[in-house]
């Protein structure tokens, strides 16, 4: 009998720090978050009045009614992030909100409400807000994307992959209202690829077959413009003297 009383207690002090640790924490989840309590990491350019202005939060809010599904879908979204994940703390107390940013690889220009919005392209052909892009690694961008519209991601997806393997140097990029595709290479000039995005991998080949071709033969310094439109029949044409 002696050595059940020391079990007792122990059972009665564990289940009273239980029920202060559930009572703490509810109390916790039924405080409000300030714009003070929020955490941000993964983007200096990015701050909480940016966190606020592109989502659906409005503070002060109880921590416990934060939708973190709904804000990071929204925050993704609004300021052409890669990703975000945002995690509702008890201690210390607040949101933290990691972001993952995009890498430009190309200048941008899209319209918008008839506005000619300047910002940058990533590999996966996504639009960034110039607001949302870190300078350190605009140096470097020799391309330009001209009409930029959400459905032409996967295409110039396609194309900026296709470029780390081939020996093409496009510097231009341009979508026409209606949709037809026209790219500038360095040497071999204008190219028009047509409105046909499922022949855009066969493009890009014969792009850097003709670019490989020409360099050998010193030709390209002729070129005018090239026509891929139907990639198994290409024009080109050339300066006349």
């Known amino acids: 009998m002696i050595y059940e009383k020391p079990k007792k207690i122990n059972n009665r002090i564990f289940l009273f720090l239980t029920l202060f640790l559930l009572v703490l924490v509810s109390l916790k989840t039924l405080k409000k978050v300030y714009l003070q309590d929020i955490k941000i990491s993964g ?12 989502s659906s939060l409005k503070l002060p809010i109880r921590l416990i009614f934060i939708e973190t599904n709904l804000l990071e879908k929204e925050l993704k979204q609004n300021l052409s992030l890669k990703n975000v994940s945002a995690i509702k703390q008890i201690f210390p107390f607040g949101l933290k909100i990691e972001l993952n940013t995009r890498t430009p690889v190309a200048y941008g220009e899209r319209i918008l409400n008839d506005e000619k ?13 110039k607001d ?10 020799n ?9 032409f991601k996967k295409i110039l997806s396609e194309i900026f992959n296709a470029q780390e393997n081939y020996e093409y140097e496009l510097v ?3 979508f026409s209202p209606n949709g037809f595709l026209t790219v500038e290479e360095k040497d071999l000039k204008t190219i028009f690829l047509g409105f046909n995005p499922n022949l855009i991998n066969y493009q890009l080949l014969i792009i850097n077959n003709l670019k ?3 360099t050998k033969n010193n030709f390209s310094e002729k070129i005018h413009n090239v026509d891929l439109t139907d990639p198994n029949k290409p024009k080109i044409k050339v300066f006349k003297p």
């Not at 983007?43 to 592109?54: C, P, Q, R």
């Not at 940058?120 to 052909?125: P, Y």
């Not at 391309?143 to 459905?151: A, D, L, R, T």
């Open 132 to 141: 949302n892009a870190e300078e350190k690694s605009l140096s470097k961008l």
């Open 172 to 174: 231009k990029i341009t």
């Open 43 to 54: 983007s200096e350019l990015i701050s909480k009045d940016d966190v606020v202005n592109n």
């Open 212 to 214: 490989n071709e020409f």
């Open 143 to 151: 391309i330009q994307v001209f009409g930029w519209k959400e459905e």
């Open 117 to 129: 919005i300047l910002g940058f392209i990533d590999k996966d052909g996504i639009f960034i807000n």
